[in-house]
């Protein structure tokens, strides 16, 4: 994988990949790590600029309430536009 960007949170980290992030459907993550070394999918999250959204309080310990803008486009001739990604925890048991 290529490293492109990261995010230092607390005792967690958060990265970006490149190159073959992808899952086996082509969807792109952003990967979340507690011990940053094993890094888990949480959110849906092509290689885009982008900005997220940390809450304060006891709020700051869900990743669910975490959110985040992008920029995004569906094509690269056409207009360029800011939609909202939002994070997931991914459950322990379904992997």
């Known amino acids: 994988l290529c490293l492109l960007s990261g995010l230092k949170h607390r005792e967690g980290e958060g990265r970006i ?10 969807i792109q993550y952003l990967y979340y790590s507690e011990d940053g070394i094993h890094f888990e ?3 849906p999250f092509p290689n885009r ?3 997220i959204f940390i809450p304060e309080g006891e709020d700051q310990k869900d990743i669910t309430k ?5 920029v995004a486009t569906a094509d690269a001739h056409k207009k360029r536009y800011i939609e909202r990604f939002d994070f997931i925890k991914k459950n322990p048991q379904t992997t």
């Open 17 to 26: 990949y490149g190159d073959n992030w992808n899952d086996p459907e082509g």
């Open 41 to 43: 999918p949480c959110a």
């Open 49 to 51: 600029a982008s900005g």
């Open 66 to 70: 975490y959110w985040g803008v992008s």
